[in-house]
Nanobody, 114 residues
Framework: QVQLVESGGGFVQPGGSLRLSCATS????????MSWVRQGPGKGLEWVSQ????????HQANSVKDRFTISRDNAKDTVYLQMNNLKPEDTAVYYC???????RGQGTQVTVSS
């Protein structure tokens, strides 16, 4: 049974930082490309960042480039998203996603506000 459990969200002021984690189980994590996606209030799902399974190459959306960093620990079956210099427009529910099946976890809320 595939499980994706996100954590680390919260309330932060503009310019602040958060680190999201996604603990996984039930599938071959080390051979699965993973992404973070988000859904802001009243908006559709937006892809944020991706990390390959074999070469660790990462990709980011232009909206988060130079602020967000995706990483993974294959020994812990966990993917992370380090978010720096957060902006109000980053407010959203953040989900980690298996990119072979597009399954997502339950999400973690990130709110950026002064």
């Amino acid at each position: 049974q595939v499980q994706l459990v996100e954590s680390g969200g919260g309330f932060v002021q503009p310019g602040g930082s958060l680190r999201l984690s996604c603990a996984t189980s039930g599938f071959a994590f080390r051979t699965t490309t993973m992404s973070w996606v988000r859904q802001g209030p009243g908006k559709g799902l937006e892809w944020v960042s991706q990390i390959n399974s074999f070469d660790m190459i990462t990709h980011q959306a232009n909206s988060v480039k130079d602020r967000f960093t995706i990483s993974r620990d294959n020994a812990k079956d966990t993917v992370y998203l380090q978010m720096n210099n957060l902006k109000p427009e980053d407010t959203a529910v953040y989900y980690c996603r298996k990119d072979d099946t597009f399954e997502r976890g339950q999400g973690t809320q990130v709110t950026v506000s002064s």
